[in-house]
């Protein structure tokens, strides 16, 4: 069975940056598709940055410039660098993934993912 765990969340000002870790074990395959998602009370769910195995990635529009995304496969980790945070970055951050070869069509839809870490709080203030 995978597990994902994350860490790296905190509370921090607008314009800081913080490092969310995601660590992933139980699956020794190359194939997979890992994203990142967000949730802000009472909203749903928000993908916002994908990648696969082969290296491609994804960012939502709203994250674009600000949210890189990489994946170490010999540490199983895969990392979501933050810069400039924002207030409307405020949420519980989710790691997910898959065991497929590439993201899709759809590498933001968190309906398409199998496996889900239990999430790490950003807050950020102005």
């Known amino acids: 069975q995978v597990q994902l765990a994350e860490s790296g969340g905190g509370s921090v000002q607008a314009g800081e940056s913080l490092r969310l870790s995601c660590a992933a074990s139980g699956y020794t395959g190359s194939n997979y598709c890992m994203g990142w998602f967000r949730q802000a009370p009472g909203k749903g769910r928000e993908g916002v940055a994908s990648?696969?195995?082969?290296?491609?990635?994804n960012y939502a529009d709203s994250v674009k410039g600000r949210f890189t995304i990489s994946v170490d496969n010999a540490k199983h980790t895969l990392t979501l660098q933050i810069d400039n945070l924002e207030p409307e970055d405020t949420a519980t951050y989710y790691c997910?993934?898959?065991?497929?070869?590439?993201?899709?069509?759809?590498?933001?839809?968190?309906?398409?993912?199998?496996?889900w870490g239990q999430g790490t709080q950003i807050t950020v203030s102005s």
């Open positions: 990648i696969d195995s082969d290296g491609s990635d």
């Open positions: 997910a993934g898959r065991t497929s070869g590439d993201c899709g069509s759809t590498p933001l839809d968190p309906h398409s993912y199998t496996f």
